[in-house]
């Protein structure tokens, strides 16, 4: 019997360790690649890392197909409490499927989250994880932190909040984000608050909106950008190993610009 408890605090219980996995989080679906390809199955269609992984897709990550999901006979189901619905869990849980639901707000929270699950899974400490672990633990600081607003989406505009791994993550680094100590962890300011919200960098990921250089920082020329890797940023998995590095070179590569004349900035 191998048992333990998973981030909800939910006792997760199977005979030995599981050998059919499938993943309904793109970060988890890579962090099980490359630790035992083996033993995963199915993953969702946005499950696009590592490249060339063939396993059955069973949806999104919103909707998935609970009943290819229970066809596919997995010993273990892998789910998220933001990415994934309660009713797609339960459903599983009720048809007697195992799931492990993660759920990381820090830096230090996935490492061990990760460090759990994979321990469950019978797959030890992969080099990844111990590489990631070392890294944070001496990631640099800045005696001044940087305030920072992070735009994660506009149509309306969406910014990054606090009590957030992506915002734990730049904290570590030593950008502060000046929506921190909103309620929300997905605020919605208009695009005049957040031009006038105090922040001396605007942080562009690519993910969940694909901001670049001709959408997006046109909205803000008088504020300095950064347009980063949005996978590097948000997804905790094998990326923690080069994240400290690789946002933290992006985030100096920071530029000025204004978008083409007449352009609407909505």
């Known amino acids: 019997m191998t048992?333990?408890?998973?981030d909800r605090g939910d006792r997760v219980e199977l005979p030995a360790p599981p050998r059919r996995?499938?993943?309904?989080?793109?970060?988890?679906?890579?962090?099980?690649?490359r630790s035992n390809h083996d033993i995963?199955?199915?993953?969702?269609?946005?499950?696009?890392?590592?490249?060339?992984?063939?396993?059955?897709?069973?949806?999104?990550s919103k909707y998935p197909r609970v009943p290819d999901i229970i066809g596919c006979a997995p010993d273990l189901v892998l789910a998220n409490m933001e990415e994934n619905?309660?009713?797609?869990?339960?459903?599983?849980?009720?048809?007697?499927?195992?799931?492990?639901?993660?759920n990381p707000r820090t830096v230090i929270e996935a490492i061990d989250s990760l460090r759990r699950l994979l321990a469950f899974c019978g797959l030890g400490t992969p080099d990844w994880l111990a590489i990631a672990d070392r890294s944070w633990m001496t990631s640099p600081r800045r005696d001044r932190p940087v305030p920072v607003v992070v735009p994660v989406w506009r149509r309306p505009w969406v910014v990054l909040g606090g009590d957030t791994?992506?915002?734990?993550?730049?904290a570590r680094l030593g950008y502060v984000n000046v929506f921190a100590d909103e309620p929300q962890r997905y605020p919605r300011p208009t695009l005049a608050e957040i031009q006038?919200?105090?922040?001396?960098?605007?942080?562009?990921?690519?993910e969940p909106y694909a901001f670049t250089a001709d959408d997006g920082p046109e909205c803000f020329?008088?504020?300095d950008c950064a347009l980063v890797d949005g996978r590097t940023l948000t997804w905790y998995g094998p990326t923690l190993a080069t994240a400290a590095d690789v946002i933290g070179r992006q985030l100096q590569e920071m530029f000025r610009s204004s978008g083409p004349p007449g352009r609407s900035a909505d």
Do not use: Y
């Open 221 to 223: 020329p008088d504020q």
């Open 3 to 6: 048992a333990a408890l998973d």
């Open 85 to 102: 619905r309660k009713e797609d869990v339960d459903a599983l849980r009720t048809a007697g499927i195992a799931v492990w639901v993660t």
């Open 165 to 170: 791994f992506a915002s734990d993550l730049l």
């Open 196 to 206: 006038t919200c105090g922040a001396r960098l605007v942080v562009l990921p690519d």
């Open 21 to 33: 996995v499938v993943s309904l989080v793109p970060s988890l679906t890579e962090s099980i690649a």
């Open 40 to 60: 995963l199955i199915g993953a969702t269609d946005f499950c696009v890392h590592p490249a060339g992984l063939e396993v059955r897709r069973i949806g999104g």
